[in-house]
Antibody
């Protein structure tokens, strides 16, 4: 089955760290660019970060730049998000999302079910 | 960053009616505009990419149009499963950004 499964969410204190994982299966992970997107409770979607197929090019939105780090391990078909210096406003459901093949489907065509991160003392 | 403004915030319609959703960009995004649907408790689902291309498996009642700064998602005849929140997203410039969403609710 083609799917993405996030893990690693939980409760963390302000200033703490958490590492999210996204396990891919059913497709050639190394052929797809990947992204992280989050959704605060009752709010809209916020794009966070992008990584290219080889892991050499990354992009971030300003609110997480310098605090979050995206990475991938193609041998393990896994995507990661290292989150440091966490703040209350980082509380959200975090989704990993696959970018469709360039020139074929220019959108996030596969999403995980999300993992909840709660930042609170 | 490019700001996407969706309107209306909420659309109250009955099954079988036509839905017209708007997304306006603060600067041109060419045709690099994507639409997603999100049902309660679910992950978003890709509907339309590059303004007017339906993703695999998306019913023909969904259509997208526009270019530059003004875009429209049209649902020709609402089915019960179409009542959800719809988001637009641009991929023209970093950072990628989403609109605030339009909720299509049952009247």
């Amino acid at each position: 089955e083609v799917q993405l499964v996030e893990s690693g969410g939980g409760l963390v204190q302000p200033g703490g760290s958490l590492r999210l994982s996204c396990a891919a299966s059913g497709f050639t992970f190394s052929s797809h660019e990947m992204n992280w997107v989050r959704q605060a409770p009752g709010k809209g979607l916020e794009w966070l970060s992008y990584i290219d197929t080889g892991g050499s090019t990354t992009q971030y939105t300003d609110s997480v730049k310098g605090r979050f780090t995206i990475s991938r391990d193609n041998a393990k078909s896994s995507l990661y998000l290292q989150m440091d210096s966490l703040r209350a406003e980082d509380t959200a459901v975090y989704f990993c999302a696959r970018r469709g093949v360039r020139g074929v489907c220019e959108g996030f065509d596969l999403w995980g079910q999300g993992t909840m991160v709660t930042v609170s003392s | 960053e490019i700001v996407l403004t969706q309107s209306p915030a909420t659309l109250s319609l009955s099954p079988g009616e036509r839905a017209t959703l708007s997304c306006r960009a603060s600067q041109s995004v060419s045709s690099q505009l994507t639409w997603y649907q999100q049902r309660p408790g679910q992950a978003p689902r890709l509907l339309i990419y590059d303004a007017s291309n339906r993703a695999t498996g998306i019913p023909a009642r969904f259509s997208g149009s526009g270019s530059g700064t003004d875009f429209t998602l049209t649902i020709s005849s609402l089915e019960p499963e179409d009542f959800a929140v719809y988001y637009c997203q641009q991929r023209n410039k970093w950072p990628l950004t989403f609109g605030g969403g339009t909720k299509v609710e049952i009247k």
